[in-house]
């Protein structure tokens, strides 16, 4: 199982991004990715869910309407995007395989993807 | 929303020595979804335990999770030096995933 994300960003405030994590190694529209942000020197935040097979996505209520998550399962992508990005989005985000009961864990993570938000 | 507290904030010890951690739930939740996380500098997180108590695939027996209900624990038997670590644990409920804040275990 391999998950691998997008480079490092550097973006201005205000501008729109879009984030990408391919899987492999696995049948990628059969799991849950969620993605996790950690802000500088903080913890884990879990911000979202989707399900590749339907598109079945649900938002973490701190992110809803924050983010946008989405996929195509024909290329094994999840996607993360923001149309306008502030200062405080400035963090690593990982994207993560959901597996376990009830897909209640993250069984294997990406490299995580540094995006950088300054003027 | 259930909330997870990890503690302590931060465990100085040496290798060799044995380490407790604590994550304590705001209110009673299943064993089958709790898990523990290390996270090294620059790194992405690892699985560490899942179900509160069973280890993970190439997880050294060191490592240890046990706990039910509000409170479940994380112990490190014989710490080594690819030990000292960032550890969160994690639960999932009602279509929501919530990590505690983390512990780090750092070199006395």
């Known amino acids: 199982v391999q998950l691998v994300q997008s480079g490092a960003e550097v973006k201005k405030p205000g501008e729109s991004l879009k984030i990408s994590c391919q899987g492999s190694?696995?049948?990628?529209?059969?799991?849950?990715i969620g993605w996790v942000r950690q802000m500088p020197g903080k913890g884990l935040e879990w911000m979202g869910i989707?399900?590749?097979?339907?598109?079945?996505?649900r938002y973490s209520p701190s992110f809803q309407g924050q983010v946008t998550i989405s996929a195509d399962k024909s290329i094994n992508t999840a996607y993360l995007q923001w149309s306008s990005l502030k200062a405080s989005d400035t963090a690593i985000y990982y994207c993560?395989?959901?597996?376990?009961?009830?897909?209640?864990?993250?069984?294997?993570w990406g490299q995580g993807t540094l995006v950088t938000v300054s003027s | 929303e259930i909330v997870l507290t990890q503690s302590p904030g931060t465990l100085s010890l040496s290798p060799g020595e044995r380490a407790t951690l604590s994550c304590r739930a705001s209110?009673?939740?299943?064993?089958?979804?709790l898990a523990w996380y290390q996270q090294k500098p620059g790194q992405a997180p690892r699985l560490l335990i899942f179900?509160?108590?069973s280890r993970a695939t190439g997880i050294p027996d060191r490592f240890s999770g046990s706990g039910s209900g509000t409170d479940f624990t994380l112990t490190i038997s014989r710490l080594e030096p690819e030990d000292f670590a960032v550890y969160y644990c994690?639960?999932?409920?009602?279509?929501?995933?919530?990590f505690g804040q983390g512990t780090k275990v750092e070199i006395k």
């Open positions: 993560g395989r959901h597996d376990g009961v009830s897909s209640s864990l993250f069984g294997d």
């Open positions: 989707i399900h590749p097979l339907d598109s079945d996505t």
């Open positions: 179900g509160a108590s």
């Open positions: 209110q009673s939740v299943r064993s089958s979804y």
């Open positions: 190694g696995y049948p990628f529209p059969s799991y849950w």
């Open positions: 994690q639960h999932y409920g009602s279509s929501l995933w919530t």
